[in-house]
């Protein structure tokens, strides 16, 4: 990994709710590097949104709240900072865009006026200049006819010129993290993969680290330089991208790749992973995985697993990659 | 062997009206010559992306939207036409499983009752009958007995389409459509389905029908795949011969714009520029011709038609004449 961008440390954000806490996030440690594109894979409810979310500090608190750990930008510490800091830091620094832009975009102003407030805002210059850099910008996005779109209202445009638009308007302040939250879930796979191109495209000559979430394995092997897998509120294996696809270690991450169609193999059936995702309002004891384990031994039900590193630069949560000692300690009680 | 389903040419505009007298502007041609068959224990794929008029053709070999022209032919017999006691006869042999299961069970409907509908309306069984066959159906879906005194919020997603799978069979169709069955649901739960929706046609021999936008799932589930783009099936082949040699160059830009779950391999390349165009306004020519990395001058004039390149492999491009 290049010089350390950001560092995630032990994270807990809870959700208070009237049926019970849910512990949406526990023990999550996680660091992304300068010009970094990192994945975040995991299904629905894992609490992939709720740490992008965390990092810019958008929890809505009631009912959320970030209850324990770090989250270490530059070596500063984001959860000390002060509101007003923390603007300084939304936008410039740190950039976010969500899956559905039309929710993102003002529909009642011309892209060009929403794009020309940003730019003036973060960026202290009149506007011309403010235009200028709009242009520019939606060319890096290669968007046909900059000037016509600046004119057009965000319902003018289609699903992937609105997301391109929002791609070109998080990075005109060159962040150095953009923070892309199902970025292209919404959109068809042609228009997703000219959208998905120009972010690659964009971000490694910006040099923008990004943390990449999506549920879809494809789009993340694709796209990604590591991969961390994310299941019931914690990361359960991290690892760079051709390591993770061709040797998963972790078994949820196993099952995952063995559950999906894919079009260059030809098997009948396909594996399933049993059961279905526990309530994060009573998860299970030990590992949160082990109810649905098929390779679950004495310690998982009691022991929640620490993180091994069978190889360098992959670490997995997962008790069956324990030493030597620790197995016999467990088989002897 | 005769077809189960049959369509022939189906067409289906839908008028666009406009203004405070609803004033008739124009058409959105959402299906425009559309033709299969599907015989017993076969699954028929038809892929393509939003708006292309995918779920409409569902809907018209159901016979829950009439078409403007064209036919439907269910065991020989036009569809369209039946009123009455032989549209009932004949629908409880067409049955649908759609997207969301969340939106199409009746959230204040035990189970018992949503499973056991289809029953009572096709005067198929009544009272303890009733109830006797709904177990059945559910723990052939996977799902246990007392699942049936309860209430859909109760379940997950993945079981929830369970249950939609189980009305949809229990009154023994031998037609089934599924739209976007698993589009809702995630990885872990999609390959629970897919397994269990394959293994039902292995056991009881039922047609699909089955509509997706994911080619990956469509080339699982599918013996035959028919490509749509803005109305009309572009390709047509037996699973194994579209991937071992795809024709068209919309199935081409479909196939290499999928992101593969493999970081050696390099896919998801934009091949096609720009986005589908509105079905209002189609582009004269071969639909596709806009955004067709090999357009030539034939493709902006005329229409190319859906004709035999191999075998049993039908495109529709200039290329091929």
């Known amino acids: 990994m290049s010089e350390l961008l950001l560092e995630i440390r032990n994270l807990a954000v809870q959700f208070f709710t009237y049926q019970g806490t849910v512990r949406a996030l526990e023990g999550v440690s996680l660091r992304v590097g300068r010009g970094e594109i990192l994945g975040l894979v995991g299904e629905t409810g894992c609490g992939k949104s709720v740490l992008a979310r965390s990092v810019l500090r958008l929890i809505a608190d009631p009912p959320g709240r970030i209850t324990d750990g770090e989250i270490l930008f530059k070596g500063r510490d984001l959860l000390k900072l002060s509101r007003r800091e923390m603007r300084r830091i939304r936008g410039n620094e740190i950039s976010m865009i969500f899956q559905e832009p039309m929710s993102s975009l003002n529909p009642v102003f011309t892209v060009g006026n929403q794009m020309q407030e940003v730019v003036a805002l973060h960026q202290a210059v009149g506007r011309d200049e403010a235009r200028r850099i709009c242009v520019d910008m939606l060319r890096q996005v290669k968007m046909p006819d900059p000037d016509q779109v600046l004119a057009k209202y965000p319902h003018e445009l289609s699903g992937g010129m609105r997301q391109r638009v929002m791609i070109a308007m998080e990075l005109s302040c060159r962040p150095d993290l953009l923070l892309a939250d199902e970025p292209t879930t919404a959109l068809d796979v042609t228009v997703q993969a000219q959208v998905l191109s120009i972010l690659e495209g964009i971000t490694r000559r910006q040099g923008v680290a990004v943390l990449f979430i999506s549920h879809d394995l494809g789009v993340i092997a694709q796209l990604c330089d590591r991969v961390a897998v994310m299941y019931a509120g914690g990361i359960v294996e991290t690892a760079p991208a051709a390591a993770i696809f061709a040797g998963p270690r972790h078994p949820y991450t196993q099952g995952l790749l063995q559950a999906i169609p894919r079009i260059d193999d030809g098997k009948e059936a396909l594996m399933v992973i049993p059961g279905t995702v526990p309530s994060l309002i009573d998860p299970p004891r030990g590992c949160r995985f082990h109810p649905r384990c098929g390779h679950r031994f004495q310690p998982c039900d009691r022991e929640p697993p620490p993180f091994y590193e069978p190889s360098p630069g992959h670490r997995v949560a997962c008790h069956l990659h324990a030493g030597e000692d620790q197995r016999r300690s467990w088989n002897r009680s | ?321």
């Open chain 2, 1 to 321: 062997m005769e077809p189960v389903i049959e369509a022939r040419d189906l067409v289906k505009y839908f008028p666009i009206h406009s203004g405070v007298f609803g004033r008739h502007v124009d058409y959105l041609k959402a299906v425009d010559g559309v033709s299969f068959a599907l015989h017993r224990g076969e699954t028929l794929g038809l892929v393509g992306e939003s708006g292309c008029g995918k779920t409409t053709v569902g809907y018209l070999v159901l016979n829950l939207l009439s078409p403007d022209r064209g036919t439907v032919r269910f065991k020989g017999v036009d569809v369209p036409g039946l009123r009455g006691k032989a549209l009932r006869e004949i629908r409880r042999n067409l049955q649908v499983v759609f997207q969301d299961p969340q939106s199409s069970l009746d959230p204040r409907m035990l189970v018992k009752k949503t499973v056991g509908a289809p029953l009572e309306v096709n005067r198929l069984a009544r009272g303890a009958e009733v109830v006797r066959r709904v177990q059945a159906m559910l723990a052939e879906v996977g799902l246990s007995e007392e699942h049936a005194y309860r209430y859909p919020h109760e379940f997950s997603g993945g079981q929830r389409q369970r249950i939609g799978i189980a009305r949809a069979l229990i009154t023994g169709p031998e037609f089934v459509v599924f739209d976007e069955p698993t589009s809702a649901l995630d990885v872990s739960v999609q390959a629970q389905i897919l397994n269990l929706v394959k293994d039902l046609q292995r056991r009881h021999g039922y047609a699909y029908l089955f509509i997706s936008h994911d080619l990956s799932v469509i080339k699982h589930m599918s013996h035959r795949i028919a490509v749509m783009y803005l109305g009309i099936i572009v390709e047509t082949a037996a699973t194994g011969d579209l991937f071992a040699e795809p024709l068209h160059p919309y199935t081409r830009a479909l196939m290499s714009a999928l992101p593969l779950p493999d970081p050696g391999k390099r896919t998801m390349l934009a091949v096609v520029a720009g986005d589908v165009p509105s079905p209002v306004n189609l582009p004269a020519g071969c639909r596709f011709h806009p955004r067709c990395p090999e357009a030539r001058e034939i493709c902006r004039r005329s229409a190319p038609e859906l004709r035999e390149v191999k075998a049993g492999h039908r495109a529709a491009c200039h290329l091929y004449e």
